[in-house]
C-alpha cells in the first residue's frame, strides 16, 4: 500500500478512454476502496466535490472497460482485525511503519462516500473480519472460473498472486490469470502473476506492509532480483516451496516452520478467515496449528481486556449523578 500511495500522489485521477470490452452477464468488477480512497482524494487543492466524481468515474471505468456487469467495492472497516495479521507478527511489527497523518485531506469524505452514499451505481462490501485484500482473494477463490467472473482492479502488487482477470490502475490492459496458475508474466507489464509471486514474498518480503520475508538467503540480504534467481526454473507450488523450505532452514535451523508459517499467514490472501488458509500452497500443519493455537489465545486475551475496559466505562457512567 504504501508504494502505491506514493504513485497515487504523483498519477493523474482521471480515468483514460481505451477499448471497451462485451459486457459479460456472470463477471464483477472487484474494486480496492481502500486504495481508491487515497487515490480519488487527489491533492488538498482539490475540491471534495470533485473528489467524489473521481472516485465515481473511475469505479464506472474499471467496470466498463473490463466488460463487467457490475461493480464491487471492497472496504477494510476502520475496526477490522484484519485477519489478526498484527497478532501473528512477531519478527516485525505488521504495518508497523504506517502513520495516520499522511492521509489526504479529502480521505475521510472519500471513505464515507464509498462506504454510505446511497446515490451510487456500485455495489460494496466492508470486511470487519479480514482486509479488503482478502475479500477479494474470496471473490476470486470462490469463482468457478476467475477469469470470466472475477474482474481485479487494485494497484497493490499483492494481489498478483490471485486467479482471475487483472486490469492496470492506469492504461486499463487487462491480463488474465487462470485458476492454479503458478507464474504467469504479464503481456503489458511484465510482472509476475500467479502463486510464484506469493513465494518470491517469502524471500524477499513487503516493505509496504512492514512484512520481512527471509532476512538472509544463505547469509545473504535477499532483495527482488535474489529472491527471483533462487526461485528461477521453478514449476508449481511444491517446486518453489522445497527451496523456501531449504532457505528457511539454513536461517532458522529448527524454527523454520514456524517461521514459514508466520510469514504465509501476512503474506497469503485468504480464502477464508482462517490465518492459516496458507495451507492450501504451503502445507505446514503442525506449524499452522501451533500458529493458530497462538493467535486464538492473543485474540481471547485482547477480548477479554476491552469486554473488562468496557465494563469499567459502563460502570463508571452508571455512577454519576
Known sequence: MAEALASAADAAP???????????????????????????????????????RVAAERIEAFREMSGSAKALVHLTAADSTKGDRFL????????????????????????????????????????????????????????RDPVIQTVIATKDKDMRMLAGTHID?????????????????????????????????????????????????FGKLCGEKGAAKYLDGTTCNEEAMDRVEDAYIDHYGERAHDAMAEQATLLW?????????????????????????????????????????????DAARAEQP
Open 14 to 52: 482521471e480515468p483514460q478512454q481505451t477499448t471497451l470490452h462485451e459486457v459479460v452477464a456472470e463477471r464483477t468488477c472487484h474494486i480496492d476502496g481502500d486504495y481508491l480512497a487515497y487515490f480519488a482524494a487527489g491533492g488538498d487543492e482539490m475540491p471534495v466535490g470533485t473528489a467524489r
Open 88 to 143: 501473528a507478527a512477531t519478527v516485525k511489527p505488521y504495518q508497523g511503519q504506517r502513520s495516520s497523518g499522511r492521509r489526504p485531506k479529502n480521505w475521510a469524505a472519500l471513505r464515507d462516500y464509498l462506504e454510505n452514499s446511497e446515490y451510487v451505481t456500485f455495489e460494496r462490501k466492508l470486511w470487519h473480519d479480514r482486509e479488503a485484500d482478502d475479500g477479494m482473494a474470496l471473490a476470486s477463490f470462490q469463482a
Open 169 to 217: 490502475w492506469t492504461h486499463y490492459t487487462l491480463t488474465e490469470v487462470p485458476k492454479g496458475t503458478y507464474e504467469l508474466i504479464g503481456p503489458y507489464d511484465g510482472l509476475v502473476y500467479g502463486h510464484k509471486w506469493f513465494w518470491l514474498q517469502m524471500l524477499q518480503g513487503d516493505t509496504a506492509d512492514n512484512i520481512p520475508g527471509l532476512p538472509r538467503l
Open 269 to 313: 490472501l485468504r480464502a477464508g478467515s482462517s490465518p492459516i488458509d496458507f495451507i492450501r500452497v504451503c502445507p505446514l500443519p503442525a506449524a499452522a496449528q501451533r500458529l493458530k493455537q497462538r493467535i486464538d489465545e492473543q485474540r481471547e486475551t485482547l477480548n477479554r481486556i476491552h469486554a473488562q475496559a468496557a465494563a469499567h466505562e
